[in-house]
């Protein structure tokens, strides 16, 4: 990070991931007819407040949350949300404006806004590299897992 970025508030957050552009990654995910994502009831509840906020933003009418009986509640406060792949774009595409576009845009996202919006596109991103034509796939669904753990490492 150089000098400009630390004086206009840049952060390591703020790079562009490589790899497919987000354009492309859109069309994959538009593509999937449903997904499940497992990740905290907190981080899914983030977004969906994020969306019912900033109702009148581009991509808001496409999101639709999950109702009730479609998140399966599992030990930890985890769940599994089932979501369409129209709706699985609108939350990438939201997390890339959270990350990249906020500059444009009368909203202030915090450091850890973008935090939380970059880790869950990066979930996102990886599992679109494996999608394929459901002519081609032996049955598998994708399944998008946001739960990092913290492992005791042993002593060496």
Not at 19 to 40: F, K, T, Y
Not at 44 to 53: D, G, I, N, S
Not at 96 to 112: P, V
Not at 128 to 137: C, G, I, M, Y
């Amino acid at each position: 990070m150089g000098l400009w970025d630390r004086f206009s508030g840049k952060s390591d957050l703020d790079e562009e991931p490589s790899g497919p552009s987000h354009a492309e990654n859109l069309r994959v995910a538009v593509g999937i007819g449903a997904a499940q994502m497992r990740c905290h009831q907190d981080t899914w509840a983030y977004f969906v407040e994020e969306f019912e906020k900033s109702a009148t933003h581009r991509d808001s009418h496409v999101f639709r949350p999950a109702a009730e009986e479609e998140i399966t509640r599992e030990a930890g406060g985890m769940i599994v949300v089932s979501i369409s792949g129209s709706s699985l774009a609108a939350l990438l595409d939201r997390c890339f404006d959270i990350q990249f576009g906020a500059w444009r845009s009368s909203w202030n996202y915090s450091t850890l806004d973008k935090a939380i919006a970059a880790r869950v596109s990066e979930a996102i991103t990886r599992a679109l590299a494996h999608v394929t034509s459901v002519a081609e796939a032996d049955g598998n669904e994708l399944t998008i897992v946001l739960d990092d753990r913290l492992v005791v490492q042993p002593e060496s």
